[in-house]
């Protein structure tokens, strides 16, 4: 089994900063890629920011040059260093890991998610 766990979240003035981590566990051989995603009240998931094995990054128009993904690949952690967050930055966020497990399986696993709120 594999398990992703989200920490990391909490209630932020406008402006302020938060950063989100994010472990994967259990029987994994390797990671393809990690990545963050969030969903606001009444709306679908959408994409934050991902990040693959080789370091190459993608971000969500909304949150480029304020966000900041990385990764520690000898702890299989991802991390998400938001700044200048706004109201509307405001959901639930959820990590991801697409791993390679033994026998050639892909999986994608889903963390149970973590609460970012930005108000004054």
């Known amino acids: 089994q594999v398990q992703v766990v989200e920490s990391g979240g909490g209630l932020v003035q406008p402006g302020g900063s938060l950063r989100l981590s994010c472990a994967a566990s259990?029987?994994?051989?390797?990671?393809?890629?990690m990545g963050w995603y969030r969903q606001a009240p009444g709306k679908q998931r959408e994409l934050v920011a991902t990040?693959?094995?080789?370091?190459?990054?993608n971000y969500a128009d909304s949150v480029k040059g304020r966000f900041t993904i990385s990764t520690d690949n000898a702890k299989n952690t991802v991390y998400l260093q938001m700044n200048s967050l706004k109201p509307e930055d405001t959901a639930v966020y959820y990590c991801n890991a697409d791993v390679n497990k033994f026998g050639s399986r892909r999986v994608v696993y889903w963390g149970q998610g973590t609460q970012v709120t930005v108000s004054s």
């Open positions: 990040i693959t094995s080789g370091g190459i990054t």
């Open positions: 259990g029987t994994i051989v390797s990671i393809n890629a």
